[in-house]
């Protein structure tokens, strides 16, 4: 069966735009047709300067929400990436495949090496070697496909070329891996500035609807999303990126293409306050199984406890035999086998 591994940063509250272009086809979709496990990567978000609270509190509320997204622990695998250590055991062994020019060259790692310097904070070096520990998630389960955003393609290919030369210089141990784009994912834009995506961790609210959000505050957030001059509602991503954007959301809600839902609107409060009750509603029950998830705290501890020892034994034969690979020496755990040999 197809593995399918994917990762969520716990980096901020997650979005409408983590919803509709991804969580929602891993449960629609992904789990039903692959094996598939689902990370919330804990150790990702302490690459940048980070409030320990915070992250936990995030780290939970993300693996809350995945599953009131409708991931289900009978058909995936949902974990904390820090519950197994085959990560940063796998991850350090890559750095030995690795090149610093390498690390050096990814987009993302020049972009925020720039703010956290104009943050006055300095670049923590894990920050640098972020792409690596990600190449460790993905290789260590063998994994097939890597559903992820076009702002992670960079990373996913670095991954593959660290299985191709690992394989090559030590022999086969991983599976060389893809990134896939989903057919059908909404690209869901910030309401506020519609050349940008939804992003979680940019966290200045107006632009953006949380998952979370309360419904009058999904409404006003749609209500005051910028359109664009004018008066038609056509769908014209470049021209008027505002009410495409809109036209995208409401399509992702209610079914449907963009352009052809533009023709049932004559005015743009007309079509924001559809996409609006649209939103409400795709949100509604995600938002009540999430509250139910919070009444029961021991039942989400149970499934990440049980999702952390899946993970691991899927991924330890794999970490080990890359280590025994690599030429470390195997550890003797018994010593009567090991009187015998
Ligand atoms: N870097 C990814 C992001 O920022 C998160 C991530 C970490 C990930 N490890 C992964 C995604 C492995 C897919 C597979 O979105």
């Given at each position: 069966m197809t593995r399918v591994f994917s990762g969520i940063k716990p980096t901020g509250h997650l979005t409408l735009g983590n919803y509709l272009g991804a969580m929602r086809r891993w449960a629609d979709v992904d789990q039903h047709r692959a094996d598939a496990l689902f990370c919330v990567v804990d150790l990702h978000a302490l690459t940048v300067d980070h409030d320990p609270a915070r992250v936990r509190r995030l780290t939970r509320q993300s693996a809350s929400l995945l599953l009131a997204a409708g991931l289900d622990p009978r058909l995936c695998t949902v974990f904390v990436q820090s519950h197994v250590d085959e990560h940063t055991r796998l991850s350090y062994a890559l750095e030995c495949v690795a090149g610093d020019g390498e690390a050096r060259r990814m987009i993302q790692y020049k972009e925020k090496a720039v703010r956290e310097r104009e943050r006055g904070g300095g670049v923590r070096l894990s920050l640098l070697t972020y792409p690596v520990l990600m190449a460790a998630d993905i290789l260590a389960y063998g994994t097939d496909e890597v559903p992820v955003g076009d702002d992670q393609t960079q990373h996913v290919e670095l991954a593959r070329d660290l299985a191709v030369r690992f394989n090559q210089r030590y022999g086969h141990t991983f599976t060389v891996p893809r990134a896939t784009r989903p057919a059908v994912a909404a690209r869901v834009m910030n309401l506020r500035e519609p050349a940008a995506k939804m992003g979680k961790s940019d966290d200045s609210g107006p632009g953006i609807v949380y998952l979370l959000d309360e419904p009058d505050t999904v409404r006003g957030k749609i209500m005051r999303a910028v359109t664009d001059s004018g008066q038609e509602v056509v769908h014209d991503p470049a021209g008027r990126p505002g009410v495409a954007n809109l036209l995208e959301i409401l399509a992702a809600c209610v079914g449907g293409e963009p352009a052809a839902l533009a023709?049932?609107?004559?005015s743009y409060g007309a079509l924001k306050k559809d996409t609006a009750e649209a939103v409400v509603e795709t949100l509604r029950p995600l938002r009540e199984r999430h509250r139910e998830l919070c009444a029961d705290p021991g039942h989400v501890d149970a499934v990440l406890r049980e999702g952390a020892e899946r993970a691991r034994a899927m991924a330890r034969p794999r970490v080990d035999a890359a280590y025994r690979a690599l030429g470390l020496l195997e550890p003797v755990a018994d010593p009567v086998v090991n009187a015998a040999r």
């Open positions: 023709g049932s609107y004559d």
